[in-house]
Nanobody, 128 residues
Framework: QVQLVESGGGLVQAGGSLRLSCAAS????????IAWFRQAPGKEREFVAA????????HYADSVKGRFTVSRDNAKNTVYLQMNSLKPEDTAVYYC?????????????????????WGQGTQVTVSS
């Protein structure tokens, strides 16, 4: 069983930066694609970014492209989301998710239905 734990959230002013971490325990996730999603109050969960098992493929939502960067350190069993130039509309709970069914795949997906392990989330609040 895989457990995913997000950290690094907090309160930041608009234009600031945060780096989120998604640490896995219980089993390695180094062979799985990992994605970040977010959910703002009263809104649907939405895709943010995804990275393939090797880090060779990444995919971003248009709303974060050029501001957010997803990366991973498989030796540490951890995936990161560097968020720069934050905007108030980035305020949400951020979740990481693993897709254990597509191990060693370079293809990444933006649909939440593709991911079967989820963390509990970390709150990101951007003040204006």
């Amino acid at each position: 069983q895989v457990q995913l734990v997000e950290s690094g959230g907090g309160l930041v002013q608009a234009g600031g930066s945060l780096r989120l971490s998604c640490a896995a325990s219980g089993r390695t996730v180094s062979m799985y694609p990992i994605a970040w999603f977010r959910q703002a109050p009263g809104k649907e969960r939405e895709f943010v970014a995804a990275i393939s098992w090797s880090g060779g493929s990444t995919h971003y939502a248009d709303s974060v492209k050029g501001r957010f960067t997803v990366s991973r350190d498989n030796a540490k069993n951890t995936v990161y989301l560097q968020m720069n130039s934050l905007k108030p509309e980035d305020t949400a709970v951020y979740y990481c998710a693993a897709d254990q069914r597509k191990y060693y795949s370079e293809t990444v997906y933006s649909s939440a239905n593709e991911y079967d392990y989820w963390g509990q989330g970390t709150q990101v609040t951007v003040s204006s």
